[in-house]
T-cell receptor, first 112, second 112 residues
Framework: DAMVIQNPRYQVTQFGKPVTLSCSQT?????MYWYQQKSSQAPKLLFH???????NEADTPDNFQSRRPNTSFCFLDIRSPGLGDAAMYLC???????????FGDGTRLSIL | QKEVEQDPGPLSVPEGAIVSLNCTYS??????FMWYRQYSRKGPELLMY????GNKEDGRFTAQVDKSSKYISLFIRDSQPSDSATYLC????????????FGTGTRLQVTL
């Protein structure tokens, strides 16, 4: 049973056209994370929500935003995607800060 | 120098072999260590989560931590073709409960 679900699995967008990626969870975890993973690279944390509190990593570009309307859902918005934003975007959850993180299967984003 | 170093492989072993996967790190503040398995086009799956130096065993998997040498290992006994995947080490310190620092992953191929 999938517990962290990401939609869509594959997303193609045009250079500069806003795109939204979705993550939902059935675990009722307090914390939700977004990572960017480029080919053959380590996942890189973009930001996380602890309940409704948003925490941005210092080096996350302003082009990346996030929303968490309720416990179950979290969205990643890329306002003006550039070619360098093509990557796998991974959503993860944890029961609390410091607890093990559980990942979804990711959304692979391509930029035309 | 990267905070976490991991040989990218690929590492090819015959079925039934013992596999040793390793990471070294430079940040002595790292106290929590994880191993994730990532199949192609899938998200990372948590395999092992350890805190203290020493060994932790779970089925065919053993995680080993040597904090004095800043070196962690994952051993897989009786390797199976289904173990073929990329293995990512991850770690965090006690001060930043949200942020995992990942290695780039080692690609493992178990052949028949």
């Amino acid at each position: 049973d999938a517990m962290v679900i990401q939609n869509p699995r594959y997303q193609v967008t045009q250079f500069g056209k806003p795109v939204t990626l979705s993550c939902s969870q059935t675990l009722n975890h307090n914390v939700m994370y977004w990572y960017q993973q480029k080919s053959s690279q380590a996942p890189k944390l973009l930001f996380h929500y602890y309940d409704k509190d948003f925490n941005n990593e210092a080096d996350t570009p302003d082009n990346f935003q996030s929303r968490r309307p309720n416990t179950s859902f979290c969205f990643l918005d890329i306002r003006s995607p550039g070619l360098g934003d093509a990557a796998m975007y991974l959503c993860a959850t944890s029961r609390d800060l410091g607890q093990p993180q559980h990942f979804g299967d990711g959304t692979r984003l391509s930029i035309l | 120098q990267k905070e976490v170093e991991q040989d990218p492989g690929p590492l090819s072993v015959p079925e039934g072999a013992i596999v040793s996967l390793n990471c070294t790190y430079s940040n002595s503040a790292f106290q929590y260590f994880m191993w994730y398995r990532q199949y192609s086009r899938k998200g990372p799956e948590l395999l092992m989560y350890t805190y203290s130096s020493g060994n932790k065993e779970d089925g065919r998997f053993t995680a080993q931590v040597d904090k004095s040498s800043k070196y962690i290992s994952l051993f897989i006994r009786d390797s199976q073709p289904s173990d073929s995947a990329t293995y990512l080490c991850a770690m965090r310190d006690t001060g930043t409960a949200s942020k995992l620092t990942f290695g780039t992953g080692t690609r493992l191929q178990v052949t028949l």
